[in-house]
């Protein structure tokens, strides 16, 4: 059964890729699993029959007969569970690459999403331009911690997980602020995940929602 | 093999259960599970020893024979893929418990965690107060959605689940600020969680640590 998934039908990042249905195309790729992709509206994504799936009306969303699910990490959880390719099948290193799969999400990701509520909804505040080097200083405290784990490996704990995945997508989001670049093991890992092959086809997918034109190839 | 975790020498919140170490006790107490609790200091949180178990230097850790954890969704996840009690066996609502889990560590938490950012890192700021209202407000947001979605259940998708378990330890946090008292469904649903034997015993323990009496009974 193909699923379908849901993603920006205008993209606010303007095809950069930085939206989170993003990583759920990705997950799909590395598994070599094709989906179809509903497209909705700001307006429609907060409409009753979205949130009928998504309860807080944001993208992606995932449906495969009965099941539906939301929130990214859980989506690409479930995908990582029923396909080879994103999780070890050593236990211990099964439930190490789980744990960097909630390590990006709830310790990396937080003073990055602070990062991008201070610029998009407080953007106009006069106290904004004060803060942003505090909230940068918890990014820089987090990213320093992150690359002394790394420190001279590839990914994260071994081969290439769904942990590193959601590390990879959660860092490109600090691109922008030129952050990443403080930190060149962490700028190369994320380049390391954007080389892959099923990053480069989900990439492309997402590109052509915003450029209109199918991918090449 | 009974594994090892780590709590707060000093709890900042006095014994209040809202550390992150509550959230393990919990699980292992649902799944009716011994664990043994090593204290750390502030100070030795950030050091090689233990950073070598947590590579941000937090709490809770989690040790069982070879395997090390950090992350308590990570740790929570893994007790509840091994023990039953937390995870339905059913495939599809064990994924929407799962999801559950994620919902509350990225979708609910993040606002949560920049009210307590504000108050205790940015607390001396003069732009502090006009800012409280903005935070309070994107918690709220998210309240609503959660309310809805919950309506009139005892719990997020059908039995107690450690979706459940994830979503009440984050809701807490809250109740200082008066905002969970605004959502009474909420309100009563933490109350719910709160009344289960085995939170009963889980913050019993993590009270004893800051009282230093054993729990009673």
Redesign the interface.
Known sequence: MIPTITAFESSPDRGQGLARDMRVRWALEEAGQPCDVRLVSFKAMKEPAH?ALH????IPTYEEG??V??????IV??IAQHHAGLLPQDA?AR??A??W???A???V??PI??LQ?AKF??GD???TG??LP?IKD?IRH?LG??A??LGEADWLDGAFSAGDLMMVHTLQRLRPSGLLDEYPSLAAYVARGEARPAYKRAFAAQLAVFTGKPPAG
């Open positions: 949130r309860p807080f009306g944001q009965e099941l699910l939301f929130e990214s990490g859980a959880f479930h211990n439930a190490r789980i744990m799969m909630f390590a999400l709830n310790t990701e937080p999403l602070e509520t909804t407080e505040k006069p106290w004060e803060r505090l918890r987090r911690e992150l002394v784990r």
